[in-house]
């Protein structure tokens, strides 16, 4: 089964029938350095002038059995615009935000596909960070990445294996073009 090799928590049960259950809880990536405290309550971060591809990013959080959703999770994303620049003082808090899980675990935030920024000499691939909380779990600090970007290979974090199941697929969603990316958290308990 090769989500055995992407483990870091190594809380796999084999099953009587064969099957393995645990293992899925999301992997951490590093914070970086463009964190801000205190981002507004919201889960549209467009605005009139916002340049990018727009996506609807959403997805449930569950506890660390994996199927059970966890209302009342604290979401939290940031990351930088098309041009590569984090909002790193403005008031605006731009491509910022966090909200609560509703009663199905359920979240989703209307944003863009970030552009890329510098990381020494290689430029980092598209991500978006989440800072995930619930009183019932260890905090999250992680990252998703986009499948088919070509900067992932030679990126120390992108490139890790655990990070395999944090490079997202972008999927059209309608005839309208609307581009949706699904993304599921598993958070460890306390
Ligand atoms: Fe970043």
Request: with cysteine; net charge negative.
């Amino acid at each position: 089964m090769a989500v055995l090799g992407l483990s870091t928590y190594g809380s796999v049960v084999k099953m009587a029938d064969g099957t393995y259950l645990g293992d899925c809880e999301t992997t951490n990536d590093i914070l970086g350095p463009y964190y801000r405290p205190d981002a507004p309550l919201r889960s549209d971060l467009t605005y009139d002038g916002l340049e990018g591809s727009e996506i609807i990013l959403r997805g449930v959080v569950y506890g660390d059995d994996c199927i059970t959703p966890l209302r009342d999770a604290g979401v939290e994303i940031w990351h930088c615009n098309a041009d590569g620049e984090y909002d790193n003082d403005s008031p605006a808090y731009n491509q910022r935000g966090r909200l609560i899980t509703d009663e199905s675990g359920e979240y989703s935030f209307r944003t863009i596909i970030p552009g890329k920024y510098p990381n020494a000499k290689l430029y980092r691939p598209s991500h978006i960070h989440y800072r995930v909380t619930h009183n019932s779990s260890k905090e999250l600090i992680s990252q998703i990445y986009f499948k088919g970007d070509p900067n992932i290979e030679d990126d120390p974090w992108a490139s890790k294996p655990e990070a395999e199941l944090r490079i997202l697929d972008i999927v059209p969603q309608n005839t309208a073009g609307l581009l949706v990316v699904n993304f599921d958290l598993s958070l460890r308990s306390v």
